[in-house]
Nanobody, 123 residues
Framework: QIKLVESGGGLVQPGGSLRLSCLAS????????VGWFRQTPGKEREAVSC????????YKLDSVKGRFTISADNVKNTVYLQMNSLDPEDTAVYYC????????????????WGQGTQVTVSS
């Protein structure tokens, strides 16, 4: 069974950093793309970043370019999202998801989701 477990969220001040982890089981990272999504009450779920170890392709939301970095550790079967220079608008529940072959797929095509981890950026 495919399972994803997120960790690493928390409360940080603006300008701070967090590193989110997505531990995957039931598949290897060369089989499916893994994406990070975030959701805030009242707002549409949005794709933050995505990585495909199948071809090395990545995706980043424009507002996080230069601040967030996605990476995959194939030995640990874990995908990370390093978040630097955090802004209050980054506050959201962050989810990792998988089940598609390409990062270009819409969020509702991802069949498997973790429980999410809360990221709060506030002074």
């Amino acid at each position: 069974q495919i399972k994803l477990v997120e960790s690493g969220g928390g409360l940080v001040q603006p300008g701070g950093s967090l590193r989110l982890s997505c531990l995957a089981s039931g598949f290897t990272l060369d089989q499916y793309a893994v994406g990070w999504f975030r959701q805030t009450p009242g707002k549409e779920r949005e794709a933050v970043s995505c990585i495909s170890s199948r071809d090395g392709a990545t995706y980043k939301l424009d507002s996080v370019k230069g601040r967030f970095t996605i990476s995959a550790d194939n030995v640990k079967n874990t995908v990370y999202l390093q978040m630097n220079s955090l802004d209050p608008e980054d506050t959201a529940v962050y989810y990792c998801a998988t089940g598609v072959f390409r990062c270009g797929a819409s969020w509702w095509r991802f069949d498997h989701w973790g429980q999410g981890t809360q990221v709060t950026v506030s002074s």
